[in-house]
């Protein structure tokens, strides 16, 4: 599926946060978000899952405006990972993921044989199959994201959008994480905080500085020394991961830090 934004501009209490935004991901195409905090990424994101309507601009899939679509036919072409994404207390992991299901049942429909494959299948594909009977607080927090994960997946959707997936995870579970979205084929729409993430697995990347787009393009372009730091005030070195041989950022802090507020007496 090809993802289209063209002029997306969203305001929230009359205060433009993003500001002009165009960007396509192409089908299969992983495009990261990036910026400092409060650059607009999440406000963003959120015009393309339908939380918030844009101001300006539209947002279209396979050339159709998303905006005009049904909320159970949007569902079925955009899934979403969000930042604070949350698996309720006594369910456990299969009942959470069937919850991604309900995009493609009438209201008070009972479950379908094609149901239930549709969430065995998604938890087989993030690994937690074996987790289907277990209660989600007895997950760690790296198997709760996954099965946040397969219920997104569960609702078979070409395009994946993700608000800052590797969130409170530990090294390993983000790792495991990106490793496995990037392999699932879909088109992808991720908002990052670490650059290092962004440049390794991602085929473009957006830069976001004050809800505008400051940058874009393959990573290799775009995240170069003199670029991250104008934009993130940090020192940056750029070059193969020595283990991987993926694209790698190392950050460090500015030579100069920023001059300390005087005070008077």
């Given at each position: 599926m090809?993802?289209?934004?063209?002029g997306?501009s969203?305001?929230i209490?009359?205060?433009?946060i993003?500001?002009?935004?165009?960007?396509?991901?192409?089908?299969?195409?992983?495009?990261?978000?990036?910026?400092p905090?409060?650059?607009?990424k999440?406000?963003?994101l959120?015009?393309?899952?339908?939380s918030?309507?844009?101001?300006a601009?539209?947002v279209r899939l396979?050339?159709?405006?998303?905006?005009?679509?049904?909320?159970?036919?949007?569902?079925?072409?955009r899934a979403?990972l969000?930042?604070?994404?949350?698996?309720?207390?006594?369910?456990?992991?299969?009942?959470?993921v069937?919850?991604?299901?309900y995009s493609?049942?009438?209201s008070?429909?009972?479950e379908?044989?094609?149901?239930r494959?549709?969430?065995?299948t998604?938890?087989?594909?993030v690994?937690?199959?074996w987790?289907?009977?277990?209660l989600?607080?007895?997950?760690?927090?790296g198997?709760?994201?996954?099965?946040?994960?397969?219920?997104?997946?569960a609702?078979?959707?070409?395009?994946?959008?993700l608000?800052?997936?590797t969130n409170?995870l530990?090294?390993?579970?983000?790792?495991?994480?990106l490793?496995?979205?990037?392999s699932?084929g879909?088109?992808?729409?991720a908002?990052?905080?670490?650059l290092?993430?962004?440049?390794?697995?991602?085929?473009?990347?957006?830069?976001?500085?004050?809800?505008?787009?400051?940058?874009?393009?393959?990573?290799?372009?775009?995240l170069?020394?003199?670029f991250?730091?104008e934009?993130?005030?940090?020192?940056?070195?750029?070059?193969?991961h020595?283990l991987?041989?993926?694209p790698?950022i190392?950050?460090?802090?500015p030579?100069?830090?920023?001059?300390?507020?005087?005070?008077t007496?």
């Amino acid at each position: 599926m090809r993802l289209d934004l063209a002029g997306v501009s969203a305001r929230i209490d009359a205060r433009l946060i993003v500001d002009d935004v165009t960007l396509t991901a192409g089908p299969g195409e992983f495009v990261a978000l990036v910026g400092p905090n409060g650059s607009g990424k999440s406000t963003l994101l959120r015009t393309v899952y339908r939380s918030l309507r844009p101001s300006a601009g539209i947002v279209r899939l396979d050339g159709r405006d998303l905006w005009r679509m049904r909320p159970r036919q949007a569902a079925r072409h955009r899934a979403v990972l969000p930042q604070h994404g949350q698996a309720a207390e006594g369910f456990t992991a299969a009942e959470v993921v069937a919850a991604g299901r309900y995009s493609h049942k009438r209201s008070l429909a009972r479950e379908t044989s094609a149901d239930r494959a549709a969430v065995g299948t998604a938890l087989d594909r993030v690994g937690m199959g074996w987790a289907a009977d277990r209660l989600v607080t007895t997950l760690s927090g790296g198997e709760r994201q996954r099965v946040l994960l397969a219920r997104a997946l569960a609702q078979e959707a070409p395009l994946l959008i993700l608000d800052e997936p590797t969130n409170h995870l530990d090294v390993g579970s983000q790792l495991l994480l990106l490793d496995l979205i990037r392999s699932l084929g879909l088109t992808l729409l991720a908002a990052l905080h670490d650059l290092d993430q962004a440049a390794a697995y991602a085929d473009q990347v957006v830069v976001l500085r004050d809800g505008r787009v400051a940058g874009h393009g393959p990573p290799a372009e775009v995240l170069t020394p003199a670029f991250i730091e104008e934009v993130f005030g940090v020192r940056a070195h750029v070059g193969p991961h020595p283990l991987t041989g993926r694209p790698h950022i190392a950050v460090a802090s500015p030579v100069t830090m920023p001059d300390e507020p005087t005070t008077t007496t």
